[in-house]
């Protein structure tokens, strides 16, 4: 039995929008692999962990094969982790699935470790670098004020810049891409880590137009940092990175298991919103980002990670981008770095 559905509209969604946009390779920088026996129980739910409880390294692969069957895709592998989570078990999976599969990988990195502790991690699981995420900063900071810094502390960048590795950073605080402290941290690693690899994932969370601000007119004037477009579906925002980062520098992510939901995405008031088939995903109420839809509204939505992809083919044929540029973003933008540091 097949993992998940692929239905009619799908299979005409992908050959009539995207099965001749995207190239035959293709490096998907930014998937999540752990298994739900590894991970503690969940209590603050929010609406991805509706999507998927676990994703193994045989479920993610089997992904590809159902939503992109004529297509050769590499994933770079990560792990989802919270605080309370063991992150050795959870990494240790990760480690194993990337030598298996021959993926890379990044190691799920905690402030609390030490500068040599996370080099000693990196160098012995065979990783490219790390994966950081607010929720491992400390407990006593509110979540609304935790900056970049709180869980990529700079004994981390240390090692990250002394070897060229990657730091995956999903940035924080509510004013997301447009928030000024996002904007000067992010400079200052640019500034004092340039050897750094440094992906801004999910467009800096700019997932409304009302997240960018004047944030793309600053940080085009950078050279090293990198953004990955995962789970952003904003065709407007796709088109003022293509002008202001251009596609050297845009890579392609996934970030699934949670962009095989069956939704679209709109904005309200700078509030983004996915619309979802009533009772796919059990009980949403308690989540002001997830609102039910019946009938043949439902009936006519495709995956997310389908209309993150069409977002990005709209934007790149308003923004006049070549095939080159668009097998670039897709596949040698990811590959460059990967084999910069493999080799």
């Keep these: 039995m097949d993992l998940f559905e692929v239905k ?40 991805p962990s509706l999507v998927a409880n676990e994703n193994s390294i045989e479920q993610l ?41 021959d993926f890379p990988s990044l190691i799920y990195a905690a402030p609390w470790q030490s500068g040599s502790e996370l080099e000693e991690k990196i160098l012995k699981g065979g990783f490219l670098g790390c994966k950081v995420y607010l929720s491992l900063s400390a407990e006593y900071i509110p979540e609304n004020e935790i900056r970049i810094f709180d869980f990529l502390p700079h004994h981390h960048l240390e090692v990250l810049n002394n070897h060229g590795w990657i730091a995956m950073l999903h940035i924080p605080r509510p004013g997301r891409l447009k928030d000024r402290v996002n904007v000067e941290q992010m400079l200052e690693i640019e500034q004092k880590y340039p050897n750094v690899k440094l992906i801004i994932a999910h467009v800096g969370r700019a997932y409304c137009n009302e997240d960018v601000g004047q944030s793309l007119e600053i940080l085009q004037e950078t050279e090293n940092m990198l953004f990955d477009f995962s789970a952003n579906t904003n065709q407007w925002v796709f088109e003022e990175l293509i002008k202001r980062i251009g596609p050297k520098r845009i890579l392609f992510g996934s970030d699934l298991p949670i962009l095989r939901m069956r939704s679209r995405r709109i904005c309200e008031d700078g509030l983004y919103i996915n619309l979802v088939p009533k009772g796919l995903y059990g009980d949403v109420s308690f989540d002001i980002h997830m609102r039910e839809l019946i ?41 460059r770095i990967i084999d910069s540091i493999t080799r």
């Design 61 to 101: 692969v089997e992904t590809y094969k159902l939503m992109f069957p004529d297509k050769e895709v590499t994933p770079m592998i990560f792990s989802s982790a919270n605080r309370n989570d063991n992150l050795d078990a959870l990494n240790g999976y990760i480690e194993e699935s990337a030598e298996k599969y």
């Design 295 to 335: 009938g043949e509204e439902a009936d006519n939505l495709t995956f997310m990670l389908y209309e993150q992809i069409d977002a990005f083919r709209r934007a790149s044929r308003n923004t006049g981008l070549s095939k080159e540029d668009i097998e670039d973003v897709f596949y040698n933008n990811a590959r």
């Design 8 to 47: 009619t509209i799908d299979k005409r969604f992908y050959e009539e929008h995207l099965k001749d946009f995207l190239p035959k390779r293709i490096t998907d920088i930014h998937t999540h692999v752990y298994l739900n026996s590894l991970r503690s129980k969940r209590t603050n739910k929010k609406w």
